[in-house]
């Protein structure tokens, strides 16, 4: 009798999995559904699956005046909300150089709506994860919170992002702090250093713009000039406001109670996911022009009118522009150690080698001669095997990828005692030589040990980094941003599963070579940044040219 209902019941096995199945599809169409036909809701969505592993789906509503709204239902007692406007340094004239910096110090701050005492008290209210940030490509308003308070969280954005008063009270409060801010970042090499690389890389345009507001500005800066910053780029078509964690529907019935009166902006449109299109096709057309003869003579007198756009259209599409270029900064016989940055021009978000280039990074590695060991570590990558635990006089040595919606910049820091700059600027030029070259001895190429162990270091940490609830809204609010959509986990691992070793290689010679430039229209050249005791540095541009890097080569 046993044995018959052992029997029956694996007869039963396969029709209880298809409906679960067909169970499961039913569900996810009906959570679609429920957003595409509710009556509130009338508006574009696009629907995504976020990963095959998760039950959450990822919906963008694109609201009448052109703010979108985007979510995805993960599960969690916690919930978290972001409004992610389209402005940053990168879209500074010298007119408004700073402002980015300021503006996001005076975030939450007194509004049309509450004073500033109000807008404290309300935060302590809600408790949780509140702040605000500008970096070069936006500025970001992000909280994260119970589920229960997200109309709380939602309204006191609405207030902040939109009715900002920006007193010349407020103003001259935070032009002290700036200032006590800027002074602290530049005693610290490993902050000032990254930024002073960015205005030698991109001199004079875009990416190149300071993300300090540099003391000069502060001493002009006003409130009007803030707010004239403001009503040129905080548009609605600018704007996505993103959650996790959430229900869609209910997202975008408070996106549309609390910035839905943003009345829809007049021509020109700049719609951020078009406008970085356009600076793309642009970028493009730059790039062929300038492996064109003909255009030789045309672009020597039309480089100057590159950093000088006419209107706030030319500098939402004006294309970051790579030049490259060395920077010394000597400090004198105080310093106790030389730090030297070696960068080539990366790759744009939109690159398809970028995932490779991110596989790259993990591979170089590096850190601190002091870096806690342990698995998972890194302690296994190049620059830990082959200079920190070779060169006793280097300090600190490890890989970096800075990534941008048109570029980027990837290279090596590291710092070491005074009279080993030399040595060091050597063994950074060394080990990127030897990551983009096919014919060099055995043990010195690149293998698949050592790559497979960084595909799955980059794949873990960028799981465990999603499981963070801000990391997830920043993903999610950046994407819908650039892109209008959102790119599955499950699609990036996919890019990153396969990477292989002549992929790798392919995708090194690429960078330190300068090839970039074929389609970036760039220099190709280095960019070389030293602070320290420079007595005795020799000429950089000989031992870059001794490797072979940059310009092409």
Not at 363 to 384: D, N, T, V
């Amino acid at each position: 009798m046993a044995s018959r209902l052992f029997q029956r019941g694996n007869l039963w096995k396969p029709i209880l999995r298809q409906q679960q199945q067909n169970n499961i599809r039913n569900n996810i169409l009906k959570r679609g559904e429920a957003t595409l036909n509710r009556q509130e809701n009338e508006l574009p969505t696009i629907v995504q699956e976020y990963s095959k592993s998760s039950p959450g789906l990822c919906k963008t509503t694109t609201l009448p005046n052109g703010i979108r709204v985007a979510s995805e239902s993960t599960p969690g007692h916690f919930g978290a909300v972001g409004v992610y406007v389209d402005a940053g340094s990168r879209y500074e004239t010298d007119k408004y150089r700073g402002v980015s910096h300021i503006l996001d110090r005076l975030a939450f701050k007194s509004t049309a709506n509450r004073s500033a005492d109000q807008v404290v008290e309300e935060l302590e209210k809600l408790g949780g994860n509140i702040m605000c940030s500008s970096s070069r490509e936006c500025i970001m308003y992000q909280s994260a919170i119970f589920s229960q308070d997200l109309e709380r969280v939602v309204s006191l954005f609405s207030d902040v992002v939109l009715n900002p008063s920006i007193t010349p009270d407020e103003v001259d409060e935070q032009r002290m702090t700036a200032m006590y801010e800027i002074e602290e970042i530049w005693s610290k090499p490993e902050m000032i250093l990254p930024e002073i690389m960015h205005t030698v890389a991109y001199q004079g345009n875009t990416l190149g713009n300071p993300l300090l507001c540099p003391p000069e500005n502060l001493e002009t800066m006003s409130s009007d000039l803030i707010k004239g910053y403001m009503k040129d780029w905080y548009r609605p078509e600018r704007i996505v406001i993103a959650a996790c964690g959430t229900e869609h529907d209910q997202v975008v019935q408070l996106a549309n109670k609390y910035f839905g009166h943003l009345d829809k902006s007049k021509e020109p449109i700049l719609d951020s996911v078009k406008t970085h299109a356009e600076a793309l096709v642009r970028q493009q057309q730059s790039a062929s022009a300038s492996h064109d003869k003909q255009s030789i003579v045309k672009s020597l007198f039309s480089s100057s009118k590159r950093n000088q756009p006419s209107g706030v259209y030319d500098i939402a599409t004006q294309p970051a522009h790579y030049t490259g270029g060395n920077s010394f900064l000597d400090v004198g016989t105080e310093a106790p150690l030389t730090h030297v940055y070696v960068a080539f021009e990366g790759l744009s978000i939109n690159d398809p080698d970028i995932y490779g280039l991110a596989t790259l990074q993990i591979l170089l590695g590096g850190g601190g001669s002091f870096s806690a060991g342990g698995p998972g570590k890194g302690m296994y990558s190049r620059l830990f095997t082959n200079v920190l635990n070779q060169h006793y006089w280097v300090e600190s040595c490890q890989a970096f990828n800075h990534c941008y919606t048109d570029s980027g910049l990837f290279g090596i820091a590291g710092s070491c005692r005074p009279e080993y700059a030399n040595a060091l600027l050597e063994v950074i030029c060394r080990e990127l030589d030897l990551v983009s070259r096919s014919d060099v001895i055995e043990h010195l190429a690149l293998n698949e040990v050592e790559l497979n162990r960084a595909k799955n270091q980059l794949k873990s940490s960028l799981l465990m980094n999603l499981e963070s609830r801000m990391v997830q809204l920043e993903d999610l609010g950046r994407q819908v941003q650039v892109h209008g959509k959102k790119t599955g986990i499950d699609e990036m691992l996919n890019h990153i599963d396969r990477v292989n070793v002549s992929e790798l290689q392919r995708i090194a010679s690429r960078i330190v070579r300068g090839a970039v430039k074929v389609t970036s229209g760039g220099t190709g050249q280095a960019t070389v940044v030293v602070q320290g005791h420079l007595r005795g540095l020799t000429d950089v541009n000989k031992v870059i040219n001794k490797y072979g890097l940059g310009a092409g080569q």
